[in-house]
């Protein structure tokens, strides 16, 4: 229980990225070691840690930590973290997993279970709402779990269909564990808490920033083999969500729309790059039919854990293998090109280096095939 204590600290710890606090976890062999590391010692720990974050972690008030851990305890909230052996491997092993992960309702076996995302745009058109009913439908009779963000729109919708079709459906949060967004989604939330499960990276009580529901996507498509994509313009949050899913190994499915339909036109281009048409759901679970047989088996509630479990044998992805070879600087603009498609100003921004260091770093990293330039100054992180 002690060691738990610390990493609902590291959990309410705002300002900091989910992949520093990932990898200082990974580094210095837990939480404990960073409630207790100076500043200093922080900083030589994790060459990606920025100032700002490091002050952030000088904050040792277990206040919000204890709140939290008592509000999950009241209400059964399960905390598991990266160091559990109960953590999802298909998780774990993204590039930036979360160091703790709440669940409110039951988590199927992820790792022995065929869970798929359907995500889609909120300005879904009647096409969108249509396919996203018939794909969370025939998903769910097919035995899948669908996974999805509550948004409104076709993700709201995918789930709705796959819970009336007697089927189970994970909820992926990009607000804390226990706030309802948007508010109108109240029912949806808490039928899914009830025959699924609702998870989130932010602890009970957390505030909630714009930038928490594109940084929640890396986990939806974390917990799935596949993605099927319903609607997306070219320039949208669906869109860097199958990017995240390319990014992880996973399948990626769209569904064809018409030519000229600019809802559908960054489904069309997914199709046009390898991704597999999804006309219904016979056609996805086709490619996951040796596994369908583990579908039903019954989820299992998440105990709040007393104490952590470490396996012996636990294998992370290593960044830090992968770039090594580079300079500080170009590690620095890579670690802060958090979503495709970014434009150079907020990479600066992001970095927090100079426009000078920023742009030559740029250009290294696209003549070693680290980064790709797209129109008007916008970059692409290709690791």
Not at 187 to 195: K, Q
Not at 222 to 246: C, I
Request: with cysteine; hydrophobic share 40%.
């Amino acid at each position: 229980m002690a060691r738990l204590r610390y990493w609902m600290w590291l959990s309410c710890v705002t300002g900091v990225r989910p992949l520093i606090k990932y990898r200082l976890a990974r580094t210095m062999g837990g939480p404990e070691r960073i409630f207790f590391a100076k500043r200093e010692e922080l900083l030589a720990a994790e060459p990606l840690l920025q100032t700002a974050e490091a002050e952030k972690l000088e904050d040792k008030s277990m206040e919000r930590a204890d709140k939290a851990l008592r509000f999950c305890e009241e209400r059964g909230i399960g905390v598991l973290t990266v160091q559990d052996a109960v953590y999802p491997e298909r998780l774990r092993h993204i590039p930036d997993p979360p160091a703790v992960l709440y669940v409110w309702g039951k988590l199927p076996a992820v790792d022995e279970t065929v869970m798929l995302a359907v995500v889609g745009t909120r300005k879904a058109t009647p096409y969108g709402i249509k396919m996203a009913d018939k794909l969370g439908r025939e998903l769910a009779q097919g035995g899948a779990v669908v996974v999805s963000g509550l948004a409104e729109g076709c993700d709201s919708t995918a789930m709705e269909a796959a819970l009336r079709a007697g089927g189970s459906a994970v909820g992926v949060l990009g607000t804390a564990i226990d706030q309802v967004y948007p508010a109108k989604n109240r029912r949806l939330f808490e039928e899914t808490r009830a025959r699924g499960a609702l998870v989130s990276e932010y602890p009970p009580g957390a505030r909630t920033f714009p930038a928490d529901f594109k940084t929640r996507n890396r986990i939806i498509t974390g917990l799935s083999l596949g993605v099927v994509v319903v609607e997306a313009p070219l320039h949208s949050g669906t869109r860097s969500t199958a990017d995240h899913a390319l990014e992880q190994g996973r399948d990626v499915f769209a569904v064809p729309g018409n030519a000229d339909a600019a809802a559908s036109a960054g489904c069309n281009e997914l199709i046009a790059q390898g991704a597999a048409p999804a006309v219904n759901g016979e056609t996805i679970l086709r490619a996951y039919s040796g596994r369908t047989d583990l579908l039903r088996q019954e989820p299992a509630e998440i105990p709040i854990k007393k104490e952590i479990d470490k396996p012996k044998d636990i294998v992370y992805i290593d960044l830090t293998e992968k770039l090594e070879s580079l300079p500080p600087v170009q590690r620095q603009v890579l670690t802060a090109m958090t979503r495709p498609d970014m434009h150079a100003d907020e990479i600066i921004e992001a970095s927090g280096l100079t426009a000078q260091e920023t742009l030559a770093a740029l250009t290294m990293l696209q003549v070693t095939g680290y980064v790709a330039q797209g129109t008007g100054k916008r970059y692409t992180r290709k690791l």
